[in-house]
């Protein structure tokens, strides 16, 4: 089974969204269930009742991604009928793909792309992002993220059995290693010319902070939903996130993290951010 996402693969979920008169993005079932391989209708309208019962487990609120429509098809001769579908968000897509069959090779490719976009646009939907300009802030934002879901990755790992810092030490260079082609965070911390008291993330840009965010939120994700209970399973959890971010990187033509540039420590960003938050204070206080 591939779960490569290839141009070949982008192309062909993009063609089959629509976008609504409010500009929201939106997919049918009735595209859906041929493009993933499905041999009649009525067999995929189980996945998305499953995709369904995820939503609902996620709190999310199941007519926000899921709409009962009628959609018109064709029937031969250029004639038309109505027949029962239903509107899919990007998020009711990511649902439905996370719960078909996993053996069909376009499932797995399915996985990765809305996953990829799902996350991308929860990054633009947030309001805070959406203002930022400047590099610096972008990058202030997205530590702040990642500090986070680190966090929730090291509770997902610690119920997968990384319990002892030793063994999460490891666990986080499997995932360095998918992504980064094999560099543990030892090989990383040499390639980028940082000393051993400097943080990786800290030297960062917004490229690699988001790479790397995704990494996080998509292991994260895995070990849970995947119940996976032992420290072997989640090492190699890691390092197959990691590299499935990777592979994407490459077929969209991106930079590798690994030769993205090493850039100022985010703390020196803060602390100037910090005098003049300060310094305009004082200017108020005058």
């Known amino acids: 089974m591939s779960n490569r996402l290839t141009k070949r ?18 997919w049918t079932s009735r595209a859906m269930w041929r493009i993933l391989g ?8 189980p996945v998305i009742e499953k995709a369904k019962v995820a ?9 926000d991604h899921f709409e009962d429509v009628l959609e018109m098809v064709e029937i031969g001769s250029g ?18 793909v996370q719960n078909a069959d996993p053996s069909k090779a376009i499932v797995a490719q399915g996985q990765t792309y809305f996953a990829i976009q ?25 530590r702040t993220e990642m ?40 090989d990383i911390h040499t390639h980028k010319g940082l000393k051993k008291s400097q943080k990786i993330l800290d030297h960062m840009g917004s490229t690699e902070l988001a790479a790397n965010l995704f990494r996080a939120t998509q292991t994260e994700e895995k070990l849970r939903r995947d119940n996976i209970t032992s420290k ?8 197959e996130v990691g590299a499935k971010v990777r592979q994407t ?37 005058d």
């Open 38 to 45: 499905y041999t009649e209708y009525r067999h995929f309208l």
């Open 147 to 186: 500090l986070k879901h680190n966090s929730l990755l090291a509770s997902a790992a610690k119920d997968a059995g990384v319990i002892d810092a030793k063994d999460y030490a490891k666990f986080q260079n499997y995932g360095y290693r998918g992504l980064y082609g094999g560099m543990t965070a030892k």
């Open 118 to 142: 799902t996350r991308i646009a929860e990054v633009q939907q947030m309001a805070e992002y959406q203002e930022l300009s400047s590099e610096e802030e972008k990058r202030l934002f997205l």
């Open 232 to 239: 072997q399973k989640a090492n190699q959890t890691h390092y």
């Open 249 to 285: 990187i490459k077929e969209l033509g991106g930079t590798m993290p690994e030769d993205l540039p090493t850039v100022e420590s985010i703390k020196a960003i803060e602390k100037k951010r910090q005098k003049l938050l300060g310094s305009k204070g004082n200017i108020a206080e």
């Open 9 to 26: 693969t982008i192309t062909l979920f993009e063609s089959i969204k629509h976008v609504d008169e409010s500009g929201n993005e939106y």
């Open 79 to 96: 004639a038309e009928r109505p027949v029962d579908s239903v509107k899919l968000s990007r998020y009711a897509c990511y649902l439905i």
């Open 55 to 63: 939503c609902q487990n996620s709190d999310q609120r199941i007519e």
